[in-house]
Every structure is written in C-alpha cells, then in structure tokens.
C-alpha cells in the first residue's frame, strides 16, 4: 500500500517568488491536511481538505492557499514568498469521518527562501 | 497561547532504562490523543494513541498514561533502545477537528548503547 507522497522534496526559491506543493494521499482517503515544520514554532496546522472543500483552517496569513481535487490529490500554494516562509512542509492523509482520526505523513517538502 | 506543552525538550537515557515524554493541555475540548514519532529527513509516524475515556493504553513498549483530571498525558517508553532515538511528539484534537493536531513542541530522545 503506498504512503503518501509529496513533491518535490526540496526546493529552492527568492524572496517574492511563489510556490505550489504537490500532495496524493493513501488511496481511499479523503482527508488531506498540511502542516508547517520549523525549529522555532514545531508543527503548525495550515489547513484541512475533504472531498475538494476546505474545512478546517489554521492561523495562516492569506498568502498560503491550497485545494483539492476529485481524486483527493491536494496542492498548497504559498505567494510572495518571505524568508520566513522557510519551512518542512508536511502533507497528512486520513479517512477523514468521523472517529478515523489517524493522521498518515508525507516525509514533506523542504522549502528553502533565498 | 500554546495549548499543548510538552517536556522535557531534551532526554537523554541508557538501553534497558525507561523514557518519559510529559505533556499537559488546557482545552477540555480534546478527545483524541496521539504520540509521534519522528526520524531525520522523514514525517511524523503515528506510534500510539488514546482517548479521554481510558486512563492507560499499552503497545509493546510504549505505554500512554492519561489523567483526565490533570489534563495530562505521558508516554514511557520500556526497555529503550538506540533505534528509538528519535524526536516524539504529542499532540491533541477536537471531535469534527481530526484533521487539525494541536502538537507539544517535540521531545529528542537518544538512547546510549
């Protein structure tokens, strides 16, 4: 059974720049959530996807979006990339109903700002 | 305000010896109570989970500790070994909200041979 799978896994963009971040879940899973790794903050909830709606959503400025598509796959896109921004950014699966609440990681995509 | 806090950050014990990864939540709105476990250069790997109804849960190893009215969790790690060396992290989430962790700030662990 393959896991989840995130490309690339590593990039490197400038300040200013954009960039999109690629996500397809465990097969049958409909939930896809993404989450922001750094030494300074851990593991910080961006935002949740079930069945191509957005449903839950962290404390994220607008600059990071993301979406869904009908076979679950999930991108996040974030905008005028600040040095900040650098970050592991992490893709998790589940069932997404409820009481499934096992969260399956991607080993992430590492994003380096310039 | 960080709603799940986790200690210590650093934790270092022998092979054989027992491992405690302590964390404490304030929103009572938790039902859901998941450790991780985390290797360089990989995603956190679900290790062990529990919810508010049960006050311990054991796999192999690795036993959850909860106390409802503490608002505390732990895990103990028996008979640690090299291989768990890793980063742990505990986490909590609200019933509609399980895509949505709260995670502790994360625990390194090395086990000396």
């Known amino acids: 059974k393959a896991g989840v799978t995130q490309t690339p896994r590593y990039l490197i963009k400038t300040r200013g720049q954009q960039v999109t971040l690629s996500c397809s879940p465990i097969s049958g899973h409909r939930s896809v959530s993404w989450y922001q790794q750094t030494p300074g903050q851990g593991l910080q909830f961006l935002f949740e996807?079930?069945?191509?709606?957005?449903?839950n959503k962290g404390n994220f400025p607008g600059r990071f979006s993301g979406r869904q598509f009908s076979n679950s796959r999930s991108e996040m896109n974030v905008s005028t990339l600040e040095l900040g921004d650098s970050a592991l950014y992490l893709c998790?699966?589940?069932?997404?109903?409820?009481?499934?609440?096992?969260?399956?990681f991607g080993a992430g995509s590492r994003l380096t700002v310039l | 305000q960080q709603q799940v806090k986790q200690s210590p950050q650093s934790l270092i014990v022998q092979k054989g010896g027992i491992s405690i990864i302590n964390c404490a939540y304030e929103?009572?709105?938790?039902?859901?109570f998941p450790w991780y476990q985390q290797f360089p250069g990989k995603g956190p790997a679900l290790l062990i989970a529990i919810r508010p109804d049960v006050s311990e849960k054991k796999e192999g190893r690795f036993t959850i500790s909860f106390n409802k009215s503490a608002k505390q969790f732990s895990l103990h790690i028996m008979d640690s070994q090299p291989g768990d060396s890793a980063t742990y992290f505990c986490?909590?989430?609200?019933?509609?909200?399980?895509?949505?962790?709260?995670f502790g700030k994360g625990t390194k662990l090395s086990v000396k041979p």
């Open positions: 998790a699966s589940s069932l997404g109903t409820a009481g499934a609440n096992v969260l399956t």
């Open positions: 929103n009572t709105a938790f039902d859901y």
């Open positions: 986490a909590a989430s609200k019933r509609g909200s399980q895509g949505n962790l709260i």
């Open positions: 996807y079930f069945s191509e709606t957005q449903r």
